[in-house]
Structures are given as C-alpha cells and as structure tokens.
C-alpha cells in the first residue's frame, strides 16, 4: 500500500480504471517502470477492433491462420507468404 495512491483506489470504485489498470499503475510506482494495459489502449485503436459485428467476420480468417486453440507461439510464428495477405 506504499506504492499506492488514494485517487487511483477511488477511480477503480468508480469504475474509471479497471483492475488490470490499477495493478499496473501501483507496480509502475513500486518498481519505476512502465506497463501499458490493453485498457489503455482502447482510446487508441482502430474502432473495428472493438466492433463485434467485423470481429465475427475476421475470427474464420483467425481459425484458418492459426488454428483453434492458438498457443502464444502461435501468435508470434512466421506467417507464409499465402497467409499475409
């Protein structure tokens, strides 16, 4: 609780961070580095991103590429040539 601050513990009771947010705001403070979370990142990205309607439509695309169950190896295997565009 050291490494915390008041205001971050009242914006998470008031649902303006989330729990990932605020674990990585205290960790940014006890351990001087920095941590983005993809709550973060939302402002930031492409609308379609978060669009289930175009989410659905790119999840085939998704299971053809990499498989059902894809690993985190899989995320970050060469793609082919045919699989790029």
């Given at each position: 609780?050291?490494?915390s601050d008041k205001d971050l513990?009242?914006?998470?009771?008031?649902?303006?961070?989330s729990m990932s947010q605020l674990k990585s705001?205290?960790?940014m403070r006890r351990f001087?580095?920095?941590?983005?979370t993809f709550d973060d990142m939302i402002p930031?990205?492409?609308k379609d991103w978060l669009d289930e309607e175009?989410?659905?439509k790119f999840r085939p695309i998704m299971?053809?590429?990499?498989?059902?169950?894809?690993s985190p190896k899989d995320l970050l295997?060469?793609?082919l040539p045919h699989q790029i565009n």
């Open positions: 609780m050291t490494h513990f009242l914006q998470f009771r008031e649902h303006k961070i705001r205290v960790y001087k580095i920095d941590y983005v930031y990205m492409d175009k989410k659905a299971k053809q590429i990499l498989g059902e169950n894809p295997k060469e793609l």
